[in-house]
């Protein structure tokens, strides 16, 4: 049963613990690193180098490829083995060079894992290694600390926390002492608990450490994703099932061939060295380095779109994606905290821009709107940086912040203004502060008045923070450059003002500020008294701020919708929050409600898996936690989904590592979710997601082309070859000439299939079921109809030849025409319809591939040493002619079968 530590008294957390508000002592920490062992998280099991590497030899063509090797070396047949042994190698050897990424989940948390920490020790607070922290210890927090165990608060001033690594939530989260009731509570509710890995942007603490290593959140998160399994893709499945029926195939036609060979009375031995010809014929040599190098091109193009993939199958993978699980922060969010709009002088003026740039101009609902003119918004935003205690700066392109994120979304509007914070800080300097607290929901500063003669013997005071909490304080209103008595209907009009801000996902602050004479104010400006400074405050506005959406999100939803997939947001954030972030990208509709598109995670819990499967691809989820993510996945995959989830968070990765496909931001993702992942996005784009399924869909597409085209050669090879001994035939090709054509001749083109320009129709259609057969009604279908009309051809030319010539140059002319067959049947494969819908030309790879092959077939027949070592002879133009004319056949065939095909086989 999980620990609740969030219902627990402090008294009832020191027994429990044996400690107390002095911390323990050096003696007693000593005991307890022994009795619970370091504050790190255990790594499993490495996968070695050698372990990959042999793994790739697991596949069961290469299996049968590797006995065709030894049968072949001990029957003296070596230039066949060992061609065979050189590409079975040469797919191993591209498979691992591109799989090898061993899980290094676990040393990526332990990266992140705070590498020292402030404890009390024998009553002193001593700096010690983040390892060596015990339940029991009492951790010291101040501003920047990245937290080192998962801990409970007893005291705290002004404190926040950053939790958006573990929940996913923007805001920095308030803090507080007070034991909670609710037992039920997700993470991110849990105000009196502080979490390992997080940062502290704001304040300062101390807290009672309960949980350390293993029994932190992050070992729980550690713990999920060691024990998810990786999944075989659809691509490997399919090619699995392919590779056992040709190789069962290849067996039975081998032993078929042998047996009938040795009752007509031929030498055992040689019709074993048939029976492997034969065999040879039926494998498809080419088709696992084929099937690599596709994918091993699609793994660069897709990097060249910002989309790096880490697992070579996951590239057609994507192609067959169902459903996108999406965490909302930092994916479809900019996970930046914006101003976007000022409540001011009655009006509301709409902030442009998004994130931490400073650009972008301000808007009223009739023209833009001039902020030069308008006392009251520049004071808001000299103001909002004066109060405040985050820092903005730019490092090459990028703007980044320094401190609590919403403070820094007030600086970002001040420098839209034309404010900056280190002039504002020599004309306004900072003498005295009143920290943030969550009783008052407030924070004021006092500044000298440096640029104005007639106030140097004042103070300013500049406060923000929680409308009604400012408000409760302001006794006048500033309107267009008059102050006025704040009235009780002023109040309440301001209040429904922040209502309705509130309900567009704003988190809304007031502003305000108090001229004070030196007098008035303690000379100890260290210690200032609250009501003393904090009172008949002048009201200025309500400024509201969001973590706004990327601009490409919404354009990403829209392809999803339209090419057959569900988007599904599934954060930590509240949800409100998501319900709004979801209308804006247009994954909800505007009228859609929380309860019809939301479920929260504490529902969740109380929801069987049957009643959850009922609804799970129809809703999006809010305040879950990585268990909960891990669960939602595991359903949709339940239910038929291929399901890819993508995130930046640790909270992420056990998600992702489970999901078919796991998708982690390579800017703002952890190293965990990196690690997780199957693809991460160099570019944190959402719509970047999109474009790789699109080149997944595009690959898929091509494995299709050149799968088919390496069978249709296979099956052809197969019935000239097994044919022609039904029929009393000599060996109708040497077994060196078969291996040529299947891996020399059919391998090139097959490539070059996999490069072929894509369909532009292909995000318009669903995703592939992984259920259906690849081998669609129509593919069998021109598959044998091409083979047969192979079979037909070159068994007459052989039987023809044959009678008039010696059996090498009959050997020669069959194995000239079935090159010339095979490379018409590569441009066959293109395309399902008519040739002529299709630019033919059009795949610049498939013309080289083509004349590559015919140019190397040319010189293994024509030249004297090639053609000893492959027994062929030349040949004359006349009997070049005569092949050439003979293979013609093959389109001819092609298009008649696909034209008897249209309107009468799926």
């Known amino acids: 049963m999980e620990k609740v530590f969030h219902i627990l008294s ?46 790739q030899f697991k596949d069961f063509l290469i299996l049968i490829l590797l006995g065709a090797v030894l049968i072949s070396l001990f029957l003296g047949e070596t230039l066949d083995g060992l061609i065979i042994l050189s590409i079975v190698v040469l797919s191993a050897v591209l498979g691992f060079i591109q799989e090898y990424r061993s899980s290094k989940a676990l040393e990526a948390l332990k990266k992140m894992a705070a590498p020292e920490a402030q404890v009390l020790r024998d009553g002193v607070v001593r700096k010690i290694l983040a390892s060596e922290v015990v339940p029991g210890d009492i951790l010291v927090l101040s501003l920047g600390d990245k937290v080192a165990a998962d801990a409970r608060l007893i005291e705290e001033i002004g404190l926040e926390i950053n939790e958006a690594v573990l929940t996913g939530e923007s805001f920095g989260v308030k803090k507080e002492v007070m034991v909670l009731k609710d037992e039920g509570l997700g993470l991110g509710d849990r105000k009196n608990m502080i979490f390992s890995g997080t940062i502290v942007s704001r304040g300062h603490g101390r807290a009672l450490v309960v949980g350390t290593g293993m029994e932190t959140e992050f070992g729980k998160i550690a713990k999920l994703i060691s024990e998810v399994k990786d999944e075989k893709t659809p691509l490997e499945k399919r090619l699995e099932k392919v590779g056992r029926v040709l190789g069962i195939g290849s067996i039975l036609v081998c032993a078929l061939a042998s047996l009938l060979g040795i009752l007509r009375g031929y030498p055992v031995l040689e019709m074993f060295l048939w029976g492997v ?16 190098g596709s994918l091993s091109l699609g793994v660069l193009s897709m990097a060249r779109k910002k989309a790096i993939v880490k697992r070579l199958p ?27 709009n000022v409540f001011v002088n009655g009006k509301q003026v709409l902030v442009e821009g998004a994130g931490y740039e400073p650009s972008g101009s301000f808007l009223l609902k009739k023209g833009e709107f001039d902020f030069a003119k308008d006392e009251e918004f520049k004071l808001i935003c000299q103001l909002g940086t004066m109060c405040n205690d985050a820092s903005l700066e730019k490092k090459g392109k990028d703007w980044l912040i320094t401190g609590d994120p919403t403070e820094a979304a007030f600086l970002v509007l001040a420098q839209k203004a034309e404010f900056k914070k280190k002039t504002l800080e020599i004309e306004f300097p900072r003498v005295g502060e009143i920290a943030f607290d969550m009783e008052r929901k407030r924070m004021s500063t006092i500044h000298e008045i440096k640029n104005n003669k007639l106030s140097r013997d004042k103070y300013l005071v500049a406060v923000k923070g929680a409308p009604e909490s400012v408000l409760g304080e302001a006794k ?30 704003l988190r809304v602050l007031g502003v305000a500020y108090r001229e004070v004479k030196k007098g008035e104010l303690s000379k100890d400006l260290e210690n200032l008294s609250i009501k003393g400074v904090e009172k008949e405050l002048v009201f200025l506005g309500l400024v509201g701020m969001m973590d706004p959406p990327r601009e490409e999100a919404q354009a990403a939803i829209k392809s999803c919708f339209k090419a057959g997939i569900t988007p599904i947001i599934i954060t930590g954030d509240h949800m409100l929050t998501t319900l709004s972030i979801g209308k804006k990208i247009g994954l909800f509709k505007e009228k859609d409600k929380v309860e019809d598109v939301l479920i929260e995670g504490r529902d969740l819990d109380k929801m069987s898996d049957e009643k959850l499967l009922k609804i799970i691809n129809k809703r999006s989820f809010s305040r879950v936690s990585p268990s909960h993510k891990l669960r939602i996945v595991k359903l949709l995959q339940q239910k038929g989904f291929l399901v890819a989830m993508t995130g930046d968070g640790i909270n992420d990765a056990p998600a992702l590592k489970k999901a078919d496909i796991g998708v982690a931001m390579g800017i703002t993702g952890t190293d965990v979710t990196k690690e997780a992942a199957d693809m991460i996005l160099a570019d944190d784009n959402f719509a970047t997601i999109v474009e790789a399924i699109r080149k997944g869909r595009e690959i898929y597409d091509n494995i299709k082309k050149y799968l088919f085209y390496l069978l249709r050669c296979n099956v052809g090879e197969i019935l000239v070859l097994g044919g022609g001994f039904l029929l009393g035939f000599p060996p109708v090709l040497s077994a060196v000439q078969i291996l040529w054509i299947n891996l020399a001749t059919d391998g090139l083109p097959a490539l070059a299939l996999g490069m072929d320009p894509p369909d532009p129709e292909v995000m318009k259609r669903k995703p592939q079921d992984p259920k259906v057969s690849i081998f669609s009604k129509k593919a069998v279908y021109l598959m044998f109809i091409l083979a047969f009309n192979m079979a037909l051809v070159l068994l007459p030319q052989f039987n023809f030849f044959l009678k008039r010539h010696n059996l090498v140059r009959t050997q020669t002319i069959v194995f000239i025409t079935m090159v010339l067959m095979e490379m018409l049947n590569a441009y066959n494969s293109r395309s399902d319809g008519s040739l002529l819908r299709i630019k033919v030309f059009n795949n610049k790879w498939l013309n080289l591939a083509v004349l590559l092959s015919l140019g190397s077939t040319v010189l293994i027949v024509q030249n004297p040493l090639l053609s000893k070592l492959f027994k062929t002879v030349g040949l004359s133009l006349n009997e070049w002619l005569l092949a050439l004319l003979l293979s013609l056949s093959a389109i001819v065939v092609g298009e008649m079968g696909k034209l008897s095909l249209k309107d009468k086989v799926a």
Do not use: H, W
């Open 277 to 292: 010809s034969l065999a040879v014929a039926a494998v498809p040599e080419a088709l696992p380095a084929v099937v690599t």
């Open 476 to 505: 006048y209103i500033k309107e267009n450059g008059e102050i006025k008595i704040l009235t009780q209907e002023k109040k309440a009009l301001l209040l429904r003002q922040t209502n309705l801000m509130a309900k567009k996902a």
């Open 10 to 55: 402090l008294n009832r957390l020191k027994k429990l613990y044996k400690t107390s508000l002095e911390g323990l002592s050096q003696k007693e920490a000593e005991k307890r690193i022994l009795e619970y062992g370091l504050n790190q998280l255990k790594e499993g099991k490495k996968t070695s180098p050698l372990t990959v590497f042999v793994a």
């Open 314 to 340: 996951a590239v057609e993978t994507l192609g067959s994606i169902s459903v996108i699980c999406s965490d909302k922060t930092g994916t479809l969010t900019k996970n930046e905290m914006t101003i976007k």
